[in-house]
């Protein structure tokens, strides 16, 4: 079964860090990339991040340039996001997406999402 | 970079076809043929409906059918269902720094 899990969310102060994970299972993870997709509550979907399959090409939401960091280890089929000086505003349930199989440029699998807050 | 424009919201009763456009810009939608629409229920994952403007993914139902003309994309759902109540999100890729765009999403209710 194609999956992919979303982990580590939780309740962060401002200006503190935290780390997701996306552990994916029943695909060849070292052969997509992937994406961070974020949804703040009540709101739309705003994409974050991407990684190409062997993590070698990175980009960034202008919104989270600098602060949020995307990796992976093929080796353990996992995908991270390193999330440094949160902010109110990164609330938001944060979901791992798999580029499409059979398309250019759409997501075609995607975990349950973790949700973040960031909060005093 | 601002999201696509959708409709809040657009309805219609069962076996009716309700049409969602989807605006964008010369930058995105206007210039690729890479929209994609999702469907999400609520406190749901979305799910890929349509991608590179026309195209269903295996298993998606041949009433969903997407379009494009110009900067603006379209998601038809002929002969609705009660099961197609949830929220519609478009999206493209851009040439601007961001890359991927999503649209503001658009409420579907079946009356």
């Known amino acids: 079964q194609v999956q992919l899990v979303e982990s580590g969310g939780g309740v962060v102060q401002p200006g503190r860090s935290l780390r997701l994970s996306c552990a994916a299972s029943?695909?060849?993870?070292?052969?997509?990339?992937i994406h961070w997709v974020r949804q703040a509550p009540g709101k739309g979907l705003e994409w974050v991040a991407v990684?190409?399959?062997?993590?070698?090409?990175?980009n960034y939401a202008d919104s989270v340039k600098g602060r949020f960091t995307i990796s992976r280890d093929n080796s353990k089929n996992t995908l991270y996001l390193q999330m440094n000086s949160l902010r109110a505003e990164d609330t938001a349930v944060y979901y791992c997406?798999?580029?499409?199989?059979?398309?250019?440029?759409?997501?075609?699998?995607w975990g349950q999402g973790t949700m973040v807050t960031v909060s005093s | 970079q601002s999201a696509l424009t959708q409709p809040a919201s657009v309805s219609g009763s069962p076996g009716q076809s309700v049409t969602i456009s989807c605006t964008g810009t010369s930058s995105d939608v206007g210039v690729y043929n890479y929209v994609s629409w999702y469907q999400q229920y609520p406190g749901k994952a979305p799910k890929l409906m349509i991608y590179e403007v026309s195209n269903r993914p295996s298993g998606v139902p041949d009433r969903f059918s997407g379009s494009k003309s110009g900067n603006t994309a379209s998601l038809t759902i002929s002969g609705l269902q009660t099961e197609d109540e949830a929220d519609y999100y478009c999206?493209?890729?851009?040439?601007?720094?961001?890359?991927?765009?999503f649209g503001t999403g658009t409420k579907v209710t079946v009356l």
């Open positions: 029943g695909f060849t993870f070292k052969s997509y990339a």
């Open positions: 997406a798999r580029d499409a199989e059979m398309a250019t440029d759409a997501f075609d699998i």
């Open positions: 999206s493209s890729y851009t040439s601007s720094s961001i890359l991927y765009v």
């Open positions: 990684i190409s399959y062997d993590g070698s090409n990175k």
